[in-house]
Protein backbone atom coordinates (compact mmCIF):
# COMPACT_ATOMS: atom_id res chain seq x y z
CA UNK A 1 0.00 0.00 0.00
CA UNK A 2 1.36 3.65 -1.00
CA UNK A 3 2.10 5.66 1.83
CA UNK A 4 -0.11 8.69 2.15
CA UNK A 5 0.84 12.54 1.15
CA UNK A 6 0.99 13.15 5.14
CA UNK A 7 3.78 10.27 5.64
CA UNK A 8 5.51 11.09 2.72
CA UNK A 9 5.46 14.91 4.38
CA UNK A 10 6.78 13.01 6.99
CA UNK A 11 9.50 11.32 5.57
CA UNK A 12 10.72 14.39 3.60
CA UNK A 13 10.75 16.35 6.80
CA UNK A 14 13.23 13.96 8.58
CA UNK A 15 15.80 13.57 5.40
CA UNK A 16 15.15 17.39 4.88
CA UNK A 17 16.57 18.24 8.06
CA UNK A 18 19.40 15.98 8.49
CA UNK A 19 20.55 17.16 5.23
CA UNK A 20 20.68 20.72 6.26
CA UNK A 21 22.49 20.03 9.45
CA UNK A 22 24.66 16.89 8.11
CA UNK A 23 23.24 14.73 10.72
CA UNK A 24 22.78 10.67 10.16
CA UNK A 25 20.03 8.97 12.36
CA UNK A 26 18.09 5.41 11.84
CA UNK A 27 15.93 4.44 9.37
CA UNK A 28 12.57 6.28 9.22
CA UNK A 29 9.84 5.55 11.70
CA UNK A 30 7.28 2.68 10.21
CA UNK A 31 4.05 5.11 9.20
CA UNK A 32 6.87 6.83 6.63
CA UNK A 33 9.18 4.55 5.74
CA UNK A 34 9.05 4.28 1.82
CA UNK A 35 7.72 0.48 0.90
CA UNK A 36 8.11 0.80 -2.58
CA UNK A 37 10.20 2.06 -5.87
CA UNK A 38 7.15 5.15 -6.21
CA UNK A 39 7.04 5.87 -2.28
CA UNK A 40 11.01 6.59 -2.96
CA UNK A 41 10.76 9.15 -5.69
CA UNK A 42 7.39 10.53 -4.11
CA UNK A 43 10.41 11.15 -1.08
CA UNK A 44 13.33 12.37 -3.11
CA UNK A 45 10.68 14.96 -4.95
CA UNK A 46 9.46 16.35 -1.18
CA UNK A 47 12.46 16.77 -0.13
CA UNK A 48 13.88 19.18 -2.74
CA UNK A 49 10.53 21.02 -1.85
CA UNK A 50 10.55 20.88 1.86
CA UNK A 51 14.33 22.53 1.37
CA UNK A 52 12.51 25.07 -1.24
CA UNK A 53 15.18 23.43 -3.88
CA UNK A 54 15.43 23.28 -7.49
CA UNK A 55 17.05 20.16 -9.20
CA UNK A 56 20.18 21.32 -10.55
CA UNK A 57 21.42 17.51 -11.96
CA UNK A 58 21.15 14.23 -11.73
CA UNK A 59 22.63 11.03 -10.80
CA UNK A 60 21.61 7.82 -12.39
CA UNK A 61 23.16 4.45 -13.48
CA UNK A 62 21.58 1.40 -15.11
CA UNK A 63 18.42 0.03 -13.22
CA UNK A 64 18.80 -2.05 -10.05
CA UNK A 65 17.55 -5.06 -9.55
CA UNK A 66 14.88 -3.62 -7.06
CA UNK A 67 14.21 -0.40 -8.91
CA UNK A 68 15.69 2.63 -11.23
CA UNK A 69 18.39 4.47 -9.93
CA UNK A 70 17.85 7.77 -9.88
CA UNK A 71 17.91 11.21 -7.66
CA UNK A 72 17.87 14.58 -8.07
CA UNK A 73 21.19 16.96 -7.23
CA UNK A 74 20.12 20.35 -5.68
CA UNK A 75 20.97 23.00 -7.17
CA UNK A 76 22.39 24.68 -4.03
CA UNK A 77 24.88 21.81 -3.88
CA UNK A 78 26.45 21.96 -7.33
CA UNK A 79 29.66 23.85 -7.22
CA UNK A 80 32.45 24.71 -9.94
CA UNK A 81 35.82 23.64 -9.02
CA UNK A 82 37.09 26.90 -10.87
CA UNK A 83 36.24 29.56 -8.14
CA UNK A 84 35.25 27.62 -4.71
CA UNK A 85 36.64 25.73 -2.11
CA UNK A 86 33.59 23.79 -1.63
CA UNK A 87 31.99 22.93 1.17
CA UNK A 88 31.06 19.03 2.41
CA UNK A 89 29.74 17.42 5.14
CA UNK A 90 32.42 15.40 6.56
CA UNK A 91 32.88 12.17 8.26
CA UNK A 92 36.21 12.02 10.02
CA UNK A 93 37.87 14.78 8.73
CA UNK A 94 37.09 13.68 5.21
CA UNK A 95 34.75 13.71 2.40
CA UNK A 96 34.45 10.97 0.17
CA UNK A 97 34.44 11.34 -3.68
CA UNK A 98 33.53 9.17 -6.56
CA UNK A 99 35.15 10.55 -10.14
CA UNK A 100 32.42 10.49 -12.41
CA UNK A 101 31.79 12.24 -16.33
CA UNK A 102 28.91 14.85 -15.87
CA UNK A 103 26.72 15.43 -18.59
CA UNK A 104 25.41 18.65 -19.14
CA UNK A 105 22.24 19.59 -21.62
CA UNK A 106 21.75 22.17 -24.01
CA UNK A 107 18.28 21.64 -24.10
CA UNK A 108 15.08 20.57 -22.34
CA UNK A 109 14.17 16.81 -22.72
CA UNK A 110 10.14 16.78 -21.98
CA UNK A 111 7.81 13.66 -21.55
CA UNK A 112 6.54 12.59 -24.38
CA UNK A 113 4.78 8.70 -25.96
CA UNK A 114 7.70 8.05 -27.70
CA UNK A 115 10.88 6.59 -26.24
CA UNK A 116 14.27 8.70 -26.80
CA UNK A 117 16.58 7.69 -29.17
CA UNK A 118 20.60 7.39 -27.83
CA UNK A 119 21.58 9.81 -30.56
CA UNK A 120 18.54 12.01 -29.44
CA UNK A 121 19.87 12.46 -26.18
CA UNK A 122 23.52 12.30 -27.28
CA UNK A 123 22.17 15.41 -29.39
CA UNK A 124 21.13 17.28 -26.61
CA UNK A 125 24.33 16.82 -24.62
CA UNK A 126 26.07 20.67 -24.70
CA UNK A 127 29.57 19.90 -22.93
CA UNK A 128 31.10 16.74 -21.03
CA UNK A 129 33.20 18.05 -17.46
CA UNK A 130 35.24 15.89 -15.20
CA UNK A 131 33.26 15.79 -11.85
CA UNK A 132 33.31 14.19 -8.60
CA UNK A 133 30.28 13.54 -6.96
CA UNK A 134 30.35 13.78 -3.43
CA UNK A 135 28.79 11.49 -1.12
CA UNK A 136 27.18 11.12 2.08
CA UNK A 137 24.14 9.54 3.75
CA UNK A 138 21.28 10.82 5.96
CA UNK A 139 21.29 7.26 7.50
CA UNK A 140 23.85 6.18 10.11
CA UNK A 141 26.14 3.33 9.49
CA UNK A 142 24.61 0.79 11.54
CA UNK A 143 21.21 1.89 10.15
CA UNK A 144 21.33 -0.86 7.51
CA UNK A 145 18.96 0.54 4.75
CA UNK A 146 17.62 -0.82 2.35
CA UNK A 147 17.80 0.32 -1.39
CA UNK A 148 14.51 1.54 -1.21
CA UNK A 149 15.37 3.74 1.39
CA UNK A 150 18.75 4.71 0.01
CA UNK A 151 16.54 5.45 -3.48
CA UNK A 152 14.22 7.95 -0.59
CA UNK A 153 17.37 9.90 0.35
CA UNK A 154 18.59 10.32 -3.08
CA UNK A 155 21.40 7.12 -3.32
CA UNK A 156 24.01 9.20 -0.75
CA UNK A 157 24.13 12.28 -2.72
CA UNK A 158 25.30 15.29 -1.23
CA UNK A 159 26.50 17.15 -4.08
CA UNK A 160 28.59 17.43 -7.13
CA UNK A 161 32.14 19.51 -7.95
CA UNK A 162 31.77 19.96 -11.66
CA UNK A 163 35.19 20.47 -13.26
CA UNK A 164 36.79 21.32 -16.72
CA UNK A 165 34.70 20.34 -19.52
CA UNK A 166 36.65 17.83 -21.75
CA UNK A 167 36.33 16.71 -25.24
CA UNK A 168 32.99 15.03 -25.68
CA UNK A 169 33.82 12.22 -28.53
CA UNK A 170 36.40 11.01 -26.10
CA UNK A 171 34.05 10.95 -22.63
CA UNK A 172 31.51 8.92 -24.71
CA UNK A 173 34.31 6.59 -25.33
CA UNK A 174 35.68 6.30 -22.34
CA UNK A 175 34.70 3.37 -20.57
CA UNK A 176 38.00 2.85 -18.77
CA UNK A 177 40.24 5.92 -17.10
CA UNK A 178 43.43 5.41 -15.42
CA UNK A 179 43.01 7.89 -12.16
CA UNK A 180 45.79 9.48 -9.56
CA UNK A 181 44.71 11.52 -6.66
CA UNK A 182 47.25 13.43 -4.56
CA UNK A 183 46.68 15.56 -2.10
CA UNK A 184 49.22 18.78 -1.59
CA UNK A 185 51.06 17.01 -3.96
CA UNK A 186 50.90 13.76 -1.46
CA UNK A 187 49.76 10.35 -3.65
CA UNK A 188 46.49 8.89 -1.99
CA UNK A 189 46.72 6.46 -4.63
CA UNK A 190 46.09 5.14 -8.45
CA UNK A 191 43.25 3.12 -9.41
CA UNK A 192 42.57 1.34 -13.02
CA UNK A 193 39.41 2.92 -13.41
CA UNK A 194 35.91 1.21 -15.10
CA UNK A 195 32.74 2.97 -15.76
CA UNK A 196 30.40 0.48 -13.96
CA UNK A 197 28.14 -0.23 -16.97
CA UNK A 198 31.05 0.61 -19.92
CA UNK A 199 29.55 3.15 -21.94
CA UNK A 200 28.94 6.72 -20.15
CA UNK A 201 26.26 7.41 -22.07
CA UNK A 202 23.82 4.61 -20.94
CA UNK A 203 23.02 5.33 -17.76
CA UNK A 204 21.55 8.32 -18.91
CA UNK A 205 19.76 7.36 -22.34
CA UNK A 206 17.88 5.12 -19.57
CA UNK A 207 17.29 8.04 -17.43
CA UNK A 208 15.18 10.12 -20.02
CA UNK A 209 13.44 7.22 -20.79
CA UNK A 210 12.18 6.21 -17.13
CA UNK A 211 11.73 10.21 -16.03
CA UNK A 212 9.89 10.07 -19.80
CA UNK A 213 7.40 7.19 -18.49
CA UNK A 214 6.67 9.22 -15.33
CA UNK A 215 5.42 12.25 -16.95
CA UNK A 216 8.44 14.21 -16.25
CA UNK A 217 11.71 15.56 -18.33
CA UNK A 218 14.73 16.85 -17.99
CA UNK A 219 15.55 20.25 -17.98
CA UNK A 220 18.31 22.44 -20.13
CA UNK A 221 21.82 23.01 -17.99
CA UNK A 222 20.85 20.28 -15.53
CA UNK A 223 24.29 17.90 -14.99
CA UNK A 224 23.69 14.41 -15.43
CA UNK A 225 26.43 12.07 -13.77
CA UNK A 226 26.10 8.16 -14.47
CA UNK A 227 28.79 6.18 -12.18
CA UNK A 228 31.81 6.26 -10.67
CA UNK A 229 35.13 5.25 -12.18
CA UNK A 230 36.30 3.77 -8.84
CA UNK A 231 33.67 3.77 -5.99
CA UNK A 232 33.74 6.17 -3.16
CA UNK A 233 37.13 7.64 -2.47
CA UNK A 234 37.77 9.49 1.29
CA UNK A 235 39.69 12.38 0.84
CA UNK A 236 40.86 15.37 3.38
CA UNK A 237 39.56 18.68 4.08
CA UNK A 238 41.85 21.77 4.01
CA UNK A 239 44.02 20.07 1.31
CA UNK A 240 44.97 20.84 -2.33
CA UNK A 241 43.15 17.75 -3.78
CA UNK A 242 44.11 16.92 -7.63
CA UNK A 243 42.49 14.09 -9.67
CA UNK A 244 43.77 13.20 -12.89
CA UNK A 245 41.85 11.64 -15.40
CA UNK A 246 44.01 9.67 -17.53
CA UNK A 247 44.70 11.52 -20.56
CA UNK A 248 40.67 13.63 -20.53
CA UNK A 249 42.09 16.08 -17.89
CA UNK A 250 43.26 17.47 -14.61
CA UNK A 251 40.06 18.29 -12.06
CA UNK A 252 41.76 20.16 -9.05
CA UNK A 253 39.54 20.99 -5.95
CA UNK A 254 39.93 22.11 -1.61
CA UNK A 255 37.38 21.17 0.32
CA UNK A 256 35.94 22.44 3.75
CA UNK A 257 33.49 21.82 6.37
CA UNK A 258 30.13 23.08 5.52
Known sequence: MPLS???IAQAAATLSERREAGAQGPCLPPACRPQNVQDALDIQLAVVAALREQVGGWKCGMPHADGPVMAPI????VFTAYDVVCPVWAR???VRIEPELAFVLGRDLP???EPYSLQEVESAVFSVHLALELID???APLAEPTFIDKLADGLVNQGLLLGPAVDKAQALAAATIELHITAD???LGAWAGAHPNGQPMAPLHELVNEMSSQGRGLRAHQAVITGSYA???PVPLGQDIEVRFGALGVLRARFKPA
Not at 74 to 77: D, F, K, L, V
Open 5 to 7: PNA
Open 231 to 233: GAI
Open 111 to 113: ARA
Open 92 to 94: DGN
Open 74 to 77: HART
Open 137 to 139: SRY
Open 185 to 187: GQA
